[in-house]
C-alpha cells in the first residue's frame, strides 16, 4: 500500500507522515480495555471501524490500520479524505489525531510537492464528442479555473481566448467536475474575444487550477474508443483510444449424444476485443500504464458507460529513438453475456478494408 498523509507535524520535519506508521501503532495504557475508532465526517455513517483490545502489561500494538483506511476510500471513490483515529475507553477517549490523507497506488516521489490537478497526464489529445475528467487536491484554493484557448478564423488567423470557469467545482465530493468536449468547444466560441477575433473553431485549450496546468489537443481522427479510469489518485480520467480492434469470440460447449442424436450443452460464449494504440506520444504512454492498472475501467458509447476487464495487455516503452511507443490490450464486457457494438462505434471494429468493395476494372 502507498497511500500518502498529507499532514505534517514536527516530529517528522514537517513532512507528510509516512503510511507505513500506521500500519503499525504502538499504545501504551493504564486501561484494561482500549476502544479504538476509526472516522471520517464526509462518510454516511461516520465511524468506518472499531474495535476493543486487551492490552498485555499495559502494552498494545495494532497494525493494517492504513490498509482499513485506503479500503475505505477505494470504496467510496475518495482520492482525498479527513480521517480521526481515536483511542480510550467506550465513553471517554483519550487520545485522538486526524490526518488529511491523499490516496495513491504508486509510491510517490515528493507528495509534499502535489497541489492542483490529480491527474497522471499533464497534456492529452481529445476529440469532439469525448469527455475530460478535473480533480482537485485541496478545493479551498478556491472555485475558479482559469480557460486558455486557442482558436483559428475563417483565414487561418490563430487567436487567444481567456476566460475563467466558475463555481465549478461541485461533482464528486466537491473535488472533481466532468466536461464534455462538446460543451467547452461551445462555450469557448461565445465568449466575447472569440467573437470579436471571428474564430470559428477551437484548436487546443489548457486548463489552470492551482498553479497546475491540464492541456487539451483537439484531434479529428474518424475513429477512436472512450476509456474512463480511476487514476493512481483513485480521481476519475478519460483517455480516448485511436488504434486497430481485434473481435475474438470464443464458445466452449460439451457433446452428448441421445438415442443416436448429438447435441450440445452447458454452452457459454466469451468476446474479448484486442486493442492496439497508433503510435502514442511518451506522455500519452505513460499515462496509459494508469489504465492498464486500474481498479475500475468503462468503456463509454453514446454517454452510456459499460463496465470491462482489461484482461491481458502489453505496455512497453524504452528509450529507444527509432521505436514507435505503442500499447497492446485485451478487455472484455463484465457481464456474462456478449455485448452488441452500438452503431457510433462499429466504424472502429473490423469491416474488411478494402476487400469489403467490388473489384474494379483497374485492379482486376
Known amino acids: 500500500m502507498a497511500t500518502e498523509f498529507l499532514s505534517t507535524f514536527s516530529q517528522f520535519g514537517g513532512k507528510p507522515v509516512p503510511s507505513y506508521l500506521l500500519d503499525s501503532i504502538e499504545v501504551r495504557s493504564d486501561l484494561d480495555r482500549v476502544h479504538l475508532s476509526i472516522t471520517d465526517a464526509s462518510a454516511p455513517n461516520g465511524e468506518i471501524f472499531a474495535n476493543t483490545y486487551y492490552p498485555i502489561g499495559g502494552y498494545l500494538q495494532i497494525e493494517m490500520l492504513a490498509a482499513i483506511i485506503e479500503s475505505h476510500m477505494r470504496r467510496h471513490h475518495y482520492s482525498v479524505c479527513d ?22 497506488d504508486y509510491v510517490l516521489p515528493r507528495s509534499a510537492e502535489i497541489h492542483g490537478f490529480l491527474t497522471t497526464c499533464a497534456s492529452r489529445r481529445i476529440h469532439r464528442g469525448s469527455m475530460i475528467a478535473l480533480t482537485v487536491l485541496m478545493p479551498q484554493a478556491g472555485d475558479t479555473v482559469k480557460f486558455i484557448g486557442v482558436g483559428h478564423s475563417k483565414q487561418g488567423k490563430h487567436s487567444t481566448v ?51 496546468v491540464r492541456t487539451f489537443y483537439i484531434m479529428n481522427d474518424s475513429d477512436w474508443m472512450l476509456f474512463g479510469f480511476r487514476n493512481i489518485f483513485n480521481a476519475r480520467e478519460f483517455i480516448d483510444v485511436v488504434g486497430y480492434v481485434k473481435n475474438k469470440t470464443l464458445v466452449s460447449r460439451s457433446m452428448a449424444v441421445a438415442s443416436g442424436h448429438a447435441m450440445h450443452y452447458n454452452q457459454s460464449t466469451e468476446r474479448t476485443y484486442e486493442v492496439t494504440t497508433a503510435a502514442l506520444p511518451i506522455a500519452e504512454a505513460r499515462a496509459f500504464d494508469h489504465l492498464l492498472n486500474s481498479r475500475t475501467t468503462e468503456l463509454y458509447t453514446a454517454d452510456i458507460a459499460s463496465k470491462i476487464l482489461i484482461t491481458d495487455h502489453t505496455c512497453e ?27 457510433e462505434i462499429q466504424p472502429i471494429l473490423p469491416s474488411g478494408g478494402i476487400f469489403a468493395e467490388q473489384f474494379t476494372f483497374p485492379f482486376a
Not at 162 to 181: E, F, K, Q
Not at 206 to 212: A, K, M, R, V
Open 317 to 343: 516503452i524504452d528509450n529507444d529513438d527509432e521505436s514507435i511507443a505503442s500499447v497492446k490490450f485485451t478487455f472484455r464486457f463484465t457481464d456474462q453475456r456478449p455485448h452488441l457494438m452500438p452503431d
Open 162 to 212: 481567456y476566460a475563467n470557469i466558475t463555481s465549478a467545482l461541485h461533482y464528486d465530493n466537491g473535488r472533481s467536475m466532468i466536461l464534455s468536449v462538446n460543451s467547452i468547444i461551445t462555450w469557448a466560441l461565445k465568449l466575447p474575444d472569440a467573437v470579436e477575433a471571428n474564430i470559428v473553431d477551437i484548436d487546443y485549450f489548457s486548463l489552470e487550477y492551482d498553479g497546475s
Open 83 to 104: 480521517i480521526t483515529i481515536s483511542l480510550g475507553s467506550r465513553t471517554d477517549t483519550e487520545a485522538s489525531l486526524t490526518l488529511s490523507i491523499l490516496y495513491s
